[in-house]
């Protein structure tokens, strides 16, 4: 049985990923940077979802990493379509290390990314309602 060791996640799980040696550094630790790609493919993913269509990253509001990532953890992100503007959409997004080979899962980071529907010209336009 998983065991949560942070609270529960916020969200939909919408994507997992193996942690590999080519994302860390030489003491094994995962970049940030790679966890933060990870993130923004998720929020693509699910944003385009509820846009119906194609979206961009407008903004991401402050992260701080909590815990470290390792090789081998898998990576596990969740997002919630927290608000829907005009043409804009925020999306609360949490990263959990799933350790490896174990049944454990810790909160690594989170952040608030703003996703923007684009027309086929790559200007802004009307999320759909729902
Ligand atoms: C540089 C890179 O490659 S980064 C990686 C990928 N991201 C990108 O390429 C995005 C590049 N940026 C852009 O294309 C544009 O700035 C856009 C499409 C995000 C916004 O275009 P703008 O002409 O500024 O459009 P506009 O001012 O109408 O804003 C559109 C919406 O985005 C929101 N928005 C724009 N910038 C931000 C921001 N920094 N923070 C929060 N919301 C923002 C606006 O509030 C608006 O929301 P609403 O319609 O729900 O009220």
């Known amino acids: 049985m998983t065991h949560y060791a942070d609270g529960q996640p916020t969200g939909e799980l919408t994507l997992r990923t193996l942690a590999m040696p080519a994302d860390a550094n030489a003491a094994g630790d995962i970049f940030g940077g790679w966890v933060m790609a990870q993130m923004d493919l998720a929020c693509g993913i699910r944003a385009a979802e509820r846009a119906k269509g194609r979206v961009v990253t407008a903004a991401v509001k402050e992260m701080s990493f909590a815990k470290p990532m390792k090789i081998g953890d898998t990576l596990c ?13 925020t999306l609360k997004v949490e ?36």
Do not use: C, N
């Open 77 to 89: 992100i969740y997002t919630h379509v927290s608000r829907v503007g005009r043409t804009s959409m």
């Open 95 to 130: 990263a959990w290390a799933q350790r490896y080979l174990t049944d454990r899962m810790e909160k690594v980071t989170d952040a608030d990314f703003v996703m923007v529907a684009l027309d086929g010209e790559g200007r802004p336009k009307p999320v759909p309602s729902a």
